[in-house]
């Protein structure tokens, strides 16, 4: 049973990287060409289901819950590789340093169900069943990355002092982290889809390479938008990553054409060293220079990721990718490390988030070390000091008032 669940684990893997080579044309021949027909005619469905869901709640005849604390989204207009758990933890230590006791709210993509339910504090084992799953109470990791998620376990791995907590319905994982936990500000990771919850403040992430998705600006499932380029009206605040050098003028123009008050940020994703995998230890970026590396990663964008490692003087004789939040296998691991050894390989590199679903050689015979990378703002420092403190203030509104003033201004799908 097992191994058959595993095998159609592996088949649904597959067919999800057969699909992303698709939309990003990496597939060719006759199938890949029907195939992106028939997704671009999925996506006018997706398209109208996507606004039908934010009229449905810009008329209100959805509510959103108000948890009566602040929430501040970060989010974004495609699926994967804006850099969104950098900003997210540089977000949740600045609101920390500040006083704020923050909750991060995350969806746990890919994390497996607990084998039972977590104690928490005298609640009944009934009560506990249907908590969320608590990654850390701001003490203590709870969790590891299979339950928890790749993404949560590595914000709370990193985070002294922040809770996080996963549940697909985050209003409920929002309101166990006001009462239970006490938190005073919410953190609502990937939030900007989330419509269930109202977000005060939406902080919109742009990549720089690739602002609105594949060439086609396309959405699901032809292209890799999850909304039309006309919603980011609903950013409160946008922040262009992965920036090298400062944007193009054109491109900072089409922004203030969707948004023209939303304030703007560019940052880079700086790498800031090499950690060990197994065991303990860094090692300077410099030691990248002229090194034969083999490179590993489930990732949304693995181009990004290679194309780093070799800015930075490594040469990457392979990469070995596979799709975004992968489970490894150990006789992944082993076949992968018997290739390396075989091609005389004299570091493996992989990306922290996939480094805490990395299992752990039968051989280690290559050291195999995470690339730390670290969001830097080089454009906009004011708007984000502003930002932060607006945060931290105390409020003296309850949260339905600030909430109707907010639709008024900024009317969700407008």
């Known amino acids: 049973m097992v191994r058959y669940i595993a095998s159609v684990g592996q088949v649904g893997e597959d067919m ?4 992303s080579d698709v939309i ?39 509510q959103q819950a108000q948890l009566g604390t602040r929430v501040v989204s970060v989010g974004n207009l495609t699926v994967g590789g804006t850099g969104k758990t950098p900003v997210v933890e540089l977000l949740a230590r600045s609101l920390r340093e500040r006083g704020r006791k923050v909750a991060i709210l995350s969806r746990g993509y890919k994390s497996r169900k607990l084998d039972e339910p977590q104690q928490w504090g005298d609640l009944g084992v009934a009560e506990c069943e249907a908590l969320p799953k608590i990654v850390s109470d701001g ?20 985070l002294e002092g922040v809770q ?37 403040f939406d902080l919109v992430l742009i990549d720089q390479n690739a602002p609105f998705g594949t060439s086609s600006r396309a959405l699901l499932p032809r292209g890799t938008l999850r909304e039309p380029p006309r919603n980011l009206c609903r950013a409160s605040h946008i922040m262009i990553t992965k920036c090298h050098g400062l944007t193009e003028e054109s491109l900072l123009s089409s922004l203030r054409s ?29 030691e990248l220079q002229g090194k034969y590396v083999a490179a590993i990663s489930g990732i949304a964008v693995p181009e990004s990721f290679e194309n780093l490692l070799e800015t930075l003087g490594a040469t990457v004789e392979f990469h070995r990718v596979f799709s975004d939040h992968h489970q490894f296998r150990q006789d992944e691991i082993d076949r992968f490390m018997t290739r390396c050894v075989e091609r005389d390989i004299e570091l ?17 015979d290559v050291e195999i070390y995470f690339l730390r990378i670290e969001v830097e703002i080089i454009d906009g420092q004011d708007v984000w000091d502003r930002f932060i403190g607006h945060l931290v203030e105390p409020t003296e509104k309850p949260a339905g008032d600030r909430a109707e003033e907010r639709l008024l201004l900024d009317p969700i799908g407008s």
Do not use: C
Not at 37 to 54: C, D, H, N, T
């Open 24 to 62: 990003f044309g990496r597939a060719r021949g006759l199938g890949a060409a029907i195939t992106r027909v028939l997704f671009r005619g999925l996506s006018y469905l997706f398209g109208m289901i996507v606004q039908f869901r934010l009229v449905i709640h810009r008329k209100r005849w959805k």
């Open 139 to 158: 003490e203590e990791l709870l969790l590891d990355a299979v339950y928890a998620g790749d993404e949560p376990y590595m914000l709370a791995k990193n």
């Open 258 to 286: 969707y948004n023209p008050v939303a304030e703007v940020m560019q940052t880079t994703h700086a790498p800031k060293y090499l950690e060990k995998v197994f065991g303990e230890g860094r090692l300077p970026l410099e």
């Open 348 to 364: 493996i590199v992989t990306t922290e988030k996939d480094a805490v679903r990395f299992l752990e050689p039968s051989e280690l």
């Open 164 to 200: 996080v907590v996963v549940d697909k319905n985050r209003v409920k994982a929002g309101r166990f982290a006001v009462k239970e936990m006490e938190a005073d500000i919410l953190v609502l990771d990937d939030g900007l889809q989330y419509l269930a919850l109202d977000h005060e």
């Open 16 to 19: 999800e990287k057969w699909a």
